[in-house]
């Protein structure tokens, strides 16, 4: 409890689709506004896709991530914080263009491989804004995002050994927790850890408070006082979870890519208006917010005079 509390925003992901919510930014300049607004609002960290600029297709190519970087680094002082996941649908080589390109402080390194279930989604009212969304969604009852132990050394190599970039550990099971200590083992990994716990994706732990208490008593045990958590929950569970992760001591992620709701069939408005939601929660907790200074400071970071943007 003696840290400030790390708020994750996580602007626009790679699972909801523009029909979904007006909201939701895949434009460059809308990319980078809403990632400057969440930031202005709070948030220290900001994790960060790409979008293709003419459909919001996902996208992890160098040219789609350098159409809003270098102006949110203009625009605050956020730790920038890079997916290697892209989409269950590319490869590890796609996966990894931008993020090579761009040399962030930090990525996020999904801990192995999983159904990633989108499928129910397709089912939402309404008209379909580009014609490759629904086939995106009902396609995924048959979709492996694919993440080998291979897979996680080469990224652990490609942008942490080679490129300096510390990592946001995605823990979708308890395994995942399991494959990360043999990754401290075999000598991949160093302390500090940031594992964000995430709850809520089809194929993946649900969103129920034993299941988070549950992981922080597993990697008490493999970790000690080497890790930091933080939490993600999808949808609905986004607030309740993250509320129940700063009260345990830990960190919190929100944002578009998790959550379209502010409440039961209210859309959310941006990014920024959940930081700032979140942010209201945690300082009535008695928990002060960690700086983008502090962040660096707490998890090792090299700092953004050393990044590619």
């Not at 008695?286 to 050393?306: D, F, N, Q, S």
């Amino acid at each position: 409890m003696s840290d400030p509390v790390i708020i994750t925003c996580a602007i626009t992901g790679s699972i909801h689709t523009p029909s979904m919510s007006d909201a939701l930014p895949w434009r460059p300049a809308d990319i980078a506004a809403q990632a400057i607004d969440a930031a202005q609002a709070g948030a220290a960290i900001l994790h960060l896709h790409a979008r293709n600029p003419d459909d919001g297709r996902p996208s992890a190519r160098a040219a789609d991530f350098m159409g809003f970087l270098p102006q949110i680094r203009a625009g605050c002082d956020a730790v920038v914080n890079l997916s290697t996941g892209g989409s269950a649908v590319m490869t590890l080589d796609q996966r990894l263009e931008g993020p090579e390109a761009a040399s962030p402080e930090m990525c996020s390194l999904n801990l192995g491989t999983m159904n990633f279930a989108l499928y129910p989604m397709a089912a939402r009212d309404g008209p379909w804004r580009f014609d490759w969304e629904k086939p995106f969604l009902e396609n995924s009852d048959d979709l492996v995002f694919k993440n080998t132990p291979r897979d996680i050394a080469a990224v652990l190599d490609r942008m942490g050994s080679q490129r300096g970039a510390r990592f946001e550990f995605e823990c979708y099971d308890s395994g995942h927790l399991t494959m990360l200590r043999h990754l401290m083992d075999r000598g991949l990994v160093a302390a500090p850890l940031f594992i964000q716990f995430v709850f809520g994706v089809l194929g993946g732990m649900a969103a129920l408070p034993e299941n988070l208490t549950h992981m922080v008593r597993l990697a008490d045990r493999y970790f000690g006082d080497d890790y930091r958590f933080s939490v993600l929950a999808a949808g609905r569970h986004q607030i309740p979870m993250a509320t129940m992760a700063a009260a345990m001591g830990g960190h919190v992620r929100v944002g578009l890519e998790d959550n379209l709701y502010a409440a039961r069939g209210v859309l959310s408005r941006s990014n920024a208006e959940q930081v700032a939601r979140i942010r209201e929660i945690v300082e009535g907790l008695g928990r002060p917010i960690a700086t983008p200074a502090e962040v660096r400071r707490m998890l090792g970071l090299k700092g953004a005079a050393h990044v590619g943007f």
